[in-house]
């Protein structure tokens, strides 16, 4: 399973903001990282910025170039538009529903309580963060899980704004429906990476 594994903070930097949800000021925000700093000032191309948001959208989601593709590939083959159905399969990802559920602080949290077998998938095991959700399915953790003090006081908390297409009751989720556009509230130009694979 390959997952990135480098400093973080230098990709938000890349992006300009926190990609990674974990609440870090983020230290000369505005300048992307290097050790002098921004070469020039060049307006950047069409394709740089088209690349940019797909790579944007590939590391908020924490997953590598070719499972990003494959999305993208499958995408096309389902009616409707293609970055709305990309944006669709990747929130529809089982680690990032136990994010939204408000499971976790942080996706990679969330992945790495799927992978380590604490998420209950309708009352299985299921230990594949890319597994993809459907319409009516429960997800819940494992009591060694809620016991963890992050994910208690997660659980506790009356801060998190859950999505419309989602409901938590304790430490039970189900997914009512399946998402829209407007239940994605990340910054995502979809538009711009299906310009990016289509050139």
Known sequence: MARYTEPKNRLSR???FDLFGRGNKLRRATQPPGQHGPKGTRRPSD?????REKQKTKR??????????????KATKVRGKTGEVLLRLLETRLDNVVYRLGMAPTRAMARQLVSHGHVRLDGKRVTIPSFQI?????????PKAMQTPV???LLQSTDHHLPAWLDRQGAVGVVTTLPSRTDVDSP???QLIVEFYSR
């Open 151 to 153: 994910v208690s006081a």
């Open 47 to 51: 394709y740089a910025v088209r690349l």
């Open 134 to 142: 459907s319409t009516g399915q429960q997800i819940s953790l494992s």
């Open 14 to 16: 890349r992006e300009g």
């Open 60 to 73: 908020i989601y924490g997953i590598m170039e070719r499972q990003f593709r494959k999305y993208f590939e």
């Open 188 to 190: 995502i130009d979809e």
